[in-house]
Nanobody, 124 residues
Framework: QVQVVESGGGSVQAGGSLRLSCEAS????????LGWFRQAPGKEREGVAG????????YYADSVKGRFTISQDNAKNTVYLQMNSLKPEDTAMYYC?????????????????WGQGTQVTVSS
């Protein structure tokens, strides 16, 4: 079993920055991919950024490329999402997810372990 807990959400003005953190616990050596997802009211959950933990390869949705950066600190079992140049359309609940399989793309929603989410609100 793996547990993930997000932190770092908040309110910011457009153009600002936030850094989200996701700490994993439990059987963390089994994790092969980690991802950040977001869901705005009335919309489907979408993949924002993901990382294949063994290779370190990172993946981004087109809407955040060049603005968001995913990184992992293996010593702390933590993955971060640095979000710069935030826009009002980035407003959503952000979720971290972990999975012991890397068969499917890190931006797909095929994860077994999900956090409770952290709210990000960007005002214009």
């Amino acid at each position: 079993q793996v547990q993930v807990v997000e932190s770092g959400g908040g309110s910011v003005q457009a153009g600002g920055s936030l850094r989200l953190s996701c700490e994993a616990s439990g059987y963390t050596s089994s994790i092969k991919k980690l991802g950040w997802f977001r869901q705005a009211p009335g919309k489907e959950r979408e993949g924002v950024a993901g990382v294949a933990t063994r290779s370190g390869n990172t993946y981004y949705a087109d809407s955040v490329k060049g603005r968001f950066t995913i990184s992992q600190d293996n010593a702390k079992n933590t993955v971060y999402l640095q979000m710069n140049s935030l826009k009002p359309e980035d407003t959503a609940m952000y979720y971290c997810a972990a999975d012991p399989s890397d068969w499917l793309h890190p931006l797909s929603k095929s994860y077994n372990y999900w956090g409770q989410g952290t709210q990000v609100t960007v005002s214009s």
